[in-house]
């Protein structure tokens, strides 16, 4: 299965796409977790991207395409991947369609921009491994640990109330028009996200049934 992950900032791509990888084995590339892995490590990549990030706007495209293209020719990408956050901008979508990369689904994840301020506030992610966690909506079985590889949570420097009001404002303007890009193709599905995480993980696997 080869799916792209559409959403505002906060929809839940990236509890969701844990649970669609997991079902069907295949690896997920998420653009926000290699971009946060570079900056940690000071690459010169990651030093570009750090402002843009760190202010909620986008990184420039020609940074993001080369990720894609670098990581789709790993061997694991072979059976399928999940694309969690890339593309955000037609241009980047543009890219995997010259790259030759045939999208079976796009999933597009809606939530109202008011619980998505809400939802920023309460996520902690794994500083080791970039899992998703709320301190309301999914918490850890033990307190401040992932319950993956027991790394420390932490919340994202781009969670704060107004750089999630930034990222909402770029995501409506610049990533929004991808809804119509596919749809034009035949290949947007459309889930509500729903107040439970299990809620939408159940409308999500009922969504992709066809594909697997
Ligand atoms: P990125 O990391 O991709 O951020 P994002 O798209 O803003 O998405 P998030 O990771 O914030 O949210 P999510 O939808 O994965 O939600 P989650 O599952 O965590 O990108 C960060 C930055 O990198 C960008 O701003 C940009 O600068 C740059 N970048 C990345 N890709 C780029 C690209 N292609 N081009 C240019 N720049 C790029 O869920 C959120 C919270 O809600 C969690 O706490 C979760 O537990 C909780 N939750 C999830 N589902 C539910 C539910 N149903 N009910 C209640 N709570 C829920
Ligand atoms: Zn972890």
Redesign the pocket.
Known sequence: MKLILL???????????EVICQKNNIPTI????I??EALKSGTEMGLK?KT??ES??????EI?IGIIKDRLSQDDCKNGFIL??????IP?AEALDTMGVEIDAVLD?EVADEDIVT??S????CEKCGS???VL??QPSVEGKCDICGGTLVQ?K??HPDTVKE?LE?YHTQTEPLKEFYSKQGKLLVVH?????E??IRLVLEALEDLT
Do not use: W
């Not at 309460?122 to 992610?125: A, H």
């Open positions: 959403g505002a900032p906060g929809a839940g791509k990236g509890t969701q796409a998420s653009t926000g977790n971009l946060r991207a843009y990030m909620g706007k986008l990184v420039p495209d993001l969690d956050g890339f593309p955000r901008t980047q994840i939802r920023m309460g996520r902690r992610v998703s966690y709320h909506y999914k994202r781009d969670d990222r770029v996200g729903q107040e439970k995480v809620d939408t």
